[in-house]
């Protein structure tokens, strides 16, 4: 079917486009959103740009389509195959053989001299090759130990000091030498032996980088683009062909058979057979030899499926195949990945597809007892992920799918979850000191009998269980108005010793800076080293955004703060409070938000006697007027 006939039932109506045969049509800038082209062969098809929106892929043929900066919100390619056409894998295939190739004849041009020394004397022969071995053995150790950089950077030396050592016997020659004459007459025969013996070296440490960095690379394409099975060939070529060419040398310089066969035992079968070593955990993510990995990545992307720019916002990759994808400046915002295959060898781009652990996450949904500690993982999606005592301190979850998680016991110690959907998910026993919820935070149905307002540490193990262990467990609804309650309020934790006239300046300056203004509702001291101030914020800002720029904000201040700058009246009040909580373990000042003390727009305002009910005692304070910070 050809893409004016699609476009012309889209616009009579027609959606169904189920089987058809679409390969290569160009389907660039148009409108096809809600267009069903479940099991359709879309090989090499050119959507650029297009509105997919809704459309259905699910189980089609995508190979080397181009979506390049296309609309595909909420589109589902579930089963989906993506990668290469045959015939653009023949060609990488075909040119990772040619580096094959390359690398036989390197390592068999880097024999030369040593079978070249062979023929002279067996004996210079059998001590080049004794060098040799060794070299080759500190390389591998090197090389699968610390990585391929640094083998190279071991052969570049070895290979500097054997040529300069070369170099210097023809330096030192006692007369000058004559081109027309016989070159060697003008060394002696200790010095011919050097010489060629060091040559030999320096040739062969060159050929084993070489063909080891060669060999690698062609094994490690050929895995990307097509598999392990066609990579078992590409290594047997290469093999194959280093050995070939020995033997032609063998022909050509009357070189012993077995000059040849140690040879390759000591350079071409161990280099070979380390370097399938070195692909496989290449391809398995071991950060030594990531950057190959990278390479061959954006080699086997060539050509492939492209994302690239494209919105995939709340699209659906279940169980697709991902080889060769292109997905860099692509927007993954809730993106599901479940059961994907491949997407390790995907081209992510700055995506969090980068992120090797997140991605396992992502396909298995299985992320108990992870730690995942001040990552971004803004707009992931983990719908009826099984994160049990997972642990999400200081992370970005804004915008994620949490939607069914399993958040048992998870640490949600000041995580962003700013319009994160958290709606029937579980979360008894979790965590969350300081989390970011905010109005745009779905808690719909969530599952919680009781949660941890604060992350034990070493020297105080009391969590402060909400609903205390005395009260049992949340009962119908009691949690959602506990998320009312926090969300209609701040609190602002200081493990240490805090500074109360550093906590005013900071929220007079933020009512400065910012469309908000506090209600100072609470103060609360827990345990030895913690004080809590509670807020009531009136203003549509972030939560979790006023919450960090305070907290940096009063670590930039406190060691520039002078007390003597402030007027003692409604700022000394309030630090009075602030004291007698912090000199009385046990203070809890619950009603202040009933005694009218309000930060705003740079002041601080008390008018009024107030009569401050503190659990223990009552502090009465009597303050005439209105206070404003002098400028």
């Not at 050809?2 to 679409?22: M, Q, T």
């Not at 089609?60 to 290469?84: C, M, Q, V």
């Not at 598999?227 to 040398?249: D, K, Q």
């Amino acid at each position: 079917m050809k893409a004016s006939e699609v476009l012309a039932r889209y616009a009579a109506g027609e959606r169904n486009f189920r089987g058809k045969n679409l390969r290569g049509q160009s389907f660039k800038g148009t409108n096809l959103s809600g267009a069903d082209f479940t099991g359709t062969n879309l090989s090499g098809a050119d959507f650029t740009g297009a509105n997919l929106s809704g459309a259905d892929f699910s189980g089609a043929e995508i190979r080397s389509t181009n979506f390049t900066g296309a609309n595909l919100l909420g589109a589902d390619f579930s089963g989906a195959k993506t990668g290469l056409q045959f015939q653009q894998t023949i060609k990488l295939v075909i040119i990772s053989w040619l580096l094959s190739g390359l690398s036989g004849l390197i390592s068999g041009l880097a024999s030369f001299w040593v079978l070249f020394i062979f023929r002279i004397n067996i004996i210079q022969g059998f001590i080049v090759d004794t060098i040799l071995f060794i070299f080759v053995t500190v390389f591998l150790f090197l090389t699968v130990v610390r990585g391929l950089l640094s083998g190279i950077i071991f052969g570049t030396v070895a290979f500097a000091l054997a040529g300069a050592f070369a170099f210097s016997k023809i330096l030192s020659a006692p007369k000058f030498i004559d081109i027309s004459q016989n070159f060697w007459n003008a060394f002696s025969n200790d010095e011919i032996l050097i010489f060629t013996v060091f040559g030999a070296i320096t040739a062969a440490i060159v050929g084993v980088i070489a063909f080891y960095v060669a060999i690698v690379l062609s094994i490690t394409f050929s895995t990307t683009v097509a598999g392990a099975n066609w990579a078992a060939i590409t290594w047997i070529v290469s093999v194959a062909l280093s050995v070939g060419i020995l033997r032609i040398f063998t022909v050509l310089f009357s070189v012993h058979l077995a000059a040849v066969i140690l040879t390759a035992i000591v350079v071409i079968v161990p280099v070979s057979l380390v370097s399938i070593l070195i692909s496989w955990s290449t391809l398995t993510g071991e950060e030594k030899h990531e950057w190959i990995r990278k390479i061959a990545i954006i080699y086997a992307a060539t050509g492939g499926t492209s994302f690239r720019s494209a919105d995939l916002t709340e699209a659906n990759f279940t169980r697709a195949k991902l080889r060769s994808t292109d997905l860099r400046e692509a927007t993954l915002t809730r993106t599901s990945w479940h059961q994907a295959k491949n997407l390790d060898l995907v081209r992510p781009g700055e995506t969090y597809l980068r992120n090797v652990s997140l991605r396992q996450l992502l396909i298995t949904g299985e992320g108990q007892n992870q730690n995942f500690n001040r990552q971004n993982l803004r707009g992931v999606n983990l719908q009826k992920a099984n994160l049990t005592n997972a642990s999400f301190i200081d992370t970005d979850l804004s915008q994620a799918n949490l939607k069914g998680a399993n958040l048992f016991e998870a640490k949600l110690v000041q995580t962003n979850l700013d319009q994160t959907n958290l709606s029937n998910a579980h979360l008894t026993g979790a965590y969350i000191e300081d989390w970011g919820i905010t109005r745009g935070t779905r808690l719909e149905e969530v599952e919680c009998k009781y949660v941890y307002l604060k992350l034990p540490t070493e020297g105080d193990r009391d969590p402060n269980r909400m609903p205390p262990s005395e009260q049992g467990e949340f009962g119908e609804n009691d949690f959602n108005i506990f998320i009312t309650s926090v969300l209609d309020t701040l609190d602002l934790y200081h493990r240490q010793n805090i500074n109360a006239g550093v906590a005013i300046t900071v929220l007079k300056g933020l009512t400065e800076d910012y469309p908000v203004q506090f209600e100072l509702v609470g103060l609360e001291k827990r345990g030895d080293d913690q004080f809590v101030i509670r807020l009531k914020v009136f203003g549509k800002i972030s939560h979790f955004k006023i919450q960090r720029e305070y907290y940096d904000r009063y670590e930039q201040t406190l060691p520039l703060y002078d007390p003597k700058k402030l007027i003692p009246n409604t700022d000394v009040a309030v630090e009075k409070i602030v004291k007698t909580v912090k000199e009385n373990p046990s203070t809890h000042i619950e009603n202040l938000h009933n005694q009218g003390i309000v930060i705003t727009g740079g002041k601080v305002d008390m008018s009024g006697e107030r009569n401050i009910e503190i659990k223990q005692g009552n502090y009465n304070e009597n303050i005439q007027g209105d206070y404003y910070e002098q400028k």
